[in-house]
């Protein structure tokens, strides 16, 4: 949640963002903040999306397991 409210240029919506991760519950305010905004909610599930499965990556890779992927969504 901190990389992707990082990762958005500076704006009223990553302060909102911010501001929600330093209150206690950041986890219920960060989703609250996100869920406002459509366009801001699936840009935050294509970044969640995308760490997700480069946690998944890195763990095979440690396990060496050369995994082939793809998109259940059919996104590039």
């Known amino acids: 949640m901190e990389?992707?409210?990082?990762?958005?240029p500076e704006s009223r919506v990553r302060?909102?963002?911010i501001e929600a991760l330093?209150?206690?519950?950041?986890?219920?305010?960060?989703?609250?903040?996100?869920?406002r905004?459509?366009?801001l909610r699936d840009r935050w599930f294509e970044f969640r999306d995308k760490a997700y499965a480069a946690i998944a990556r890195d763990w095979l890779a440690a396990q060496g397991i050369d995994a082939e992927w793809s998109d259940p969504h059919g996104r590039a």
């Open 37 to 39: 905004d459509l366009e």
């Open 15 to 17: 302060q909102r963002l």
């Open 22 to 35: 330093s209150r206690s519950k950041p986890f219920r305010h960060f989703k609250d903040a996100v869920h």
């Open 3 to 8: 990389e992707f409210t990082l990762s958005l």
